[in-house]
C-alpha cells in the first residue's frame, strides 16, 4: 500500500504509460457533459440501463477475483469492493432510475456497442485470469476515480442523481477500491511483463470509450 501511495510501484508505471489513454478516455462525449452538467435526460436514462447491467458484469468478475485470489488479502479487498457494488450501487440505481424524468429507449447498436465492455472484461478474466481481472478492473476504476475527482472540483449545477454519481466515485470506499486494486498490480509476479499490464489497461480504456459512446447512438 505504502508503494501504491508513494507511487513507486508497477501501477505508477503502468498508470504514467498510459496516461495518454486515460486522459482521452475521461474526455469523451457523456463524460465532458456529465462534467458539464449539461447532459440529455434521455441519453443519462440510457446510461443508468447499460451502467446498472455492467455493474452486475463487474459484480461477476470481482467473484472470478475471489476465486482466483493468491493471498487471504486480495480476498477481502475484492469481497470489500463486491458488497459495495451489490448494497450501495444497486440501491444507487434503484434510486436513480424511479426518480428519472426520461425513459431509457435504447437501440439495438446502443445495446450492442455498449455490452462489448462486458463481453471484453468477462473475455479477459476467463482468457488471462487474475494478472488480467485487476489490470482491467484497474483500468476502469482508475477512469472513474479520474474524471470523478476532477468534476467534483468543479463548481457546476448538475441533477441530484448525477451529482450523486460522481460524488460516489471521489469518496471512500471507492477510492479506497482503487487502492486495493494498485496494491494487487503492484504485487503480480514478475513473469508477467508491463507490456502485458498496458496491453490490458489500454484494451479496456478503449472498451470503455465505445460504451460511454453507445448512448448517444
Ligand atoms: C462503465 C464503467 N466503467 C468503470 C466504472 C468504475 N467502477 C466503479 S465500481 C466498479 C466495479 C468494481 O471494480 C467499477 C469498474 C463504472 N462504474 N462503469
Known amino acids: 500500500m505504502a508503494d501504491s501511495l ?3 510501484g508497477r501501477s505508477a508505471r503502468l498508470l504514467a504509460a498510459a496516461g495518454d489513454d486515460l486522459a482521452a ?3 469523451v462525449r457523456l463524460l465532458t457533459e456529465l462534467t458539464a452538467g449539461s447532459v440529455d435526460p434521455e441519453v443519462y436514462a440510457r446510461y443508468l ?3 446498472e447491467e455492467f455493474v452486475h458484469t463487474a459484480a461477476r468478475v470481482l467473484g472470478a477475483a475471489v476465486w482466483d485470489a ?4 486480495s480476498t477481502v479487498g475484492h469481497a470489500r469492493s463486491l458488497f459495495s457494488l451489490v448494497t ?3 440501491e444507487y440505481f434503484a434510486h436513480a432510475r424511479a426518480q428519472w424524468p426520461a425513459a431509457a429507449d435504447l437501440s439495438p447498436a446502443a445495446r450492442r456497442a455498449a455490452g462489448g465492455l462486458s463481453e ?3 473475455r479477459a478474466a476467463a482468457d488471462h485470469g487474475y494478472p488480467a481481472i485487476v489490470t482491467s478492473m484497474l483500468a476502469a476504476e482508475q477512469l472513474y476515480l479520474t474524471w470523478c475527482t476532477a468534476a467534483t472540483g468543479r463548481d457546476v449545477r ?3 442523481a448525477v451529482q450523486e454519481w460522481i460524488e460516489l466515485h471521489a469518496r471512500a470506499p471507492f477510492t479506497d477500491q482503487v487502492a486495493f486494486l494498485r496494491a494487487e498490480v503492484d504485487a503480480l509476479p514478475g513473469e508477467v511483463s508491463d507490456a502485458r499490464l498496458l496491453d490490458w489497461f489500454t484494451a479496456m480504456l478503449a472498451e470503455e470509450c465505445r460504451f460511454h459512446d453507445a448512448v448517444f447512438r
Open 6 to 8: 508513494s507511487g513507486g
Open 25 to 27: 478516455a475521461a474526455r
Open 49 to 51: 440501463r447499460v451502467e
Open 70 to 73: 493468491p493471498r487471504w488479502e
Open 88 to 90: 450501495e450501487q444497486r
Open 120 to 122: 471484453h472484461v468477462l
Open 158 to 160: 448538475r441533477e441530484p
